[in-house]
């Protein structure tokens, strides 16, 4: 696996999440103005598809099924949220959005401990 | 058939009957497994079959949008086991509040069956044995001749009954719906499961009151008043209610509300919104203590909402859309920190 290209840089506007999909993997795509941000495609809390539901402003996200909170930039957990976001790399190449698909990011949704 | 689910931590076990959904089994078993509407449409008890046979149920469920099938993902609150088996649920299992009451199956009888206006119907079931729920729960509810429960919030409270009061709106479509509008069904039997739900009221906690409900989503709202009425708790906190109808023909529990209004008149602020006409000049001039405004329930409501919460609790009831225009602007332009907010939403 290895970089590979998402999409133009122009279709992922900011506060709106875009998905894609690269080899059968779902990606999540985002802008936070300064740059890129790729996650998986589902919330962390109960796998609700986020580009249905993410709510994006300043750089933060809201799902608005139970409300969890994320700073977009960095995936960490903002308010009741209590798992972080994973995000992939990503970078620019020639106007395209490029996503390092080393393997899928998965939630562990096996611990209830956390 | 015994059904287990393996977290890190612990491995939950719980028996299904035969035909019995798996959610409604594990629920009754104690185990807080998650849900939503219980009724196949929002996809939160999502599972995954490891190991042993099921029955799907409802095939076209809302709910199982982009679920799948080469993981053997199901909707807990369709699916009946045909063997033991093993799932693996993606979320915490996690109990939301101590005082968490397990439901349970319920054969009822209606008792009562009145029309509250043209198209809303307010029936009471009553049930073999003395119950408890929290004001603001919700029970799912099939009829003998319907295939698939549907759920309902109570609109009474009362600490341990045998009495459940339910409004339902007319929808031709619909299955309980349709059956309940068909013919006076008193004395009818009627399947139910519950109590569930979260969206809860509990005067321990000590907000004031903020509360938005269109239609027929006023039920859990009605029994949140009751309760706070009986424990004088709006002696000390404030509510503001907007409610939202089409038509002032449309507009029911007048007399109910009239009467939390008279007995709290400095704390409680009753609004109802009609969308399609205007007041009528009775209600403009009637010094009933309630307000009655022109426009959707929301362009009321919204702006009387207080920039970031103070402590205040707010409750969202009514149709799924009107649930999710209200959650954006709260959350983005008024800045309602997330837990401030509680909300149910089965349509």
């Known amino acids: 696996m290895s970089w590979k290209a998402a999409c133009p840089v122009s279709d992922v506007k900011q506060d709106t999440l875009k998905e894609c999909t690269i080899d059968g993997i779902e990606i999540l795509l985002a802008n936070v103005g300064d740059g890129f941000r790729a996650y998986p495609p589902v919330c962390p809390h109960m796998e609700q598809y986020l ?3 993410g709510i994006c402003a300043n750089n933060v996200m809201t799902c608005d099924r139970h409300l969890w909170q994320w700073d977009m930039k960095t995936g960490e957990p903002l308010g009741p949220a209590e798992k972080p976001l994973l995000i992939y790399q990503t970078k620019e190449v020639n106007g395209q959005l490029m996503v390092f698909l080393d393997k899928e990011l998965e939630y562990d949704f096996d611990d209830d401990d956390d | 058939m015994l059904i287990e689910i393996e977290k890190k931590s612990q491995t ?8 019995e959904k798996l959610l409604y089994a594990g629920l009754r078993a104690g185990i807080p497994l998650p849900f939503e509407c219980a009724t196949g449409t929002c996809g939160s008890c999502k599972a995954r079959v490891t190991q042993g046979e099921v029955d799907e149920g409802w095939s076209e469920a809302p709910g199982k949008e982009r679920f799948k ?6 909707l807990m609150c369709q699916c009946s086991a045909q063997s033991d088996c093993s799932l693996s649920v993606p979320t915490k299992i996690v109990a939301f509040r101590d005082d968490d009451i397990n439901p349970d199956h319920h054969i009822g009888v209606i008792t009562q069956y009145e029309k509250l206006t043209e198209d809303v119907l307010r029936f009471n079931v009553e ?4 119950i408890s729920f929290h004001a603001g729960q919700f029970f799912v509810l099939q009829a003998p001749e319907v295939n698939g429960f549907r759920a309902y919030s109570m609109v009474n409270y009362s600490p341990g009954t045998n009495q459940l009061e339910f409004i339902i709106k007319q929808n031709p479509h619909g299955g309980l719906s349709k059956w309940i509008f068909d013919s006076d069904r008193t004395q009818e039997k009627l399947e139910l499961f519950g109590p569930l739900g979260h969206a809860t ?17 006023i039920a859990g709202l009605m029994s949140i008043l009751e309760y706070g009425r009986q424990v004088n708790y709006f002696k000390n906190r404030k509510v503001s209610l907007f409610f939202g109808v089409r038509t002032p023909a449309d507009f029911f529990f007048a007399e109910r509300l009239r009467a939390v209004k008279a007995q709290f008149p400095d704390t409680v602020s009753i609004n109802i919104a009609f969308s399609n006409a205007p007041p009528t000049a009775e209600q403009l001039s009637s010094n009933d203590g309630l307000i009655y405004l022109q426009g959707m329930v929301h362009e009321h ?14 409750y969202l009831a009514g149709p799924g859309p009107m649930v999710d225009a209200l959650i954006r602007p709260l959350i983005l332009k008024s800045k309602i920190p997330v837990h401030r907010v509680r909300y149910d939403k089965f349509s």
Not at chain 2, 127 to 130: F, G, V, Y
Request: charged residues 15%; hydrophobic residues 40%.
């Open chain 1, 51 to 53: 580009e249905g539901s």
């Open chain 2, 201 to 217: 009221f509990h005067p321990d906690e000590s907000h004031d009151l903020f509360m938005i409900a269109g239609g027929s989503g």
């Open chain 2, 127 to 130: 049930i073999p044995t003395n």
């Open chain 2, 69 to 74: 099938v080469v993981k053997r993902e199901i």
């Open chain 2, 12 to 19: 939950y076990q719980f028996e299904a009957n035969a035909g």
């Open chain 2, 301 to 314: 409501a919204l702006p009387a909402v207080l920039e970031g919460g103070g402590n205040v609790m707010h």
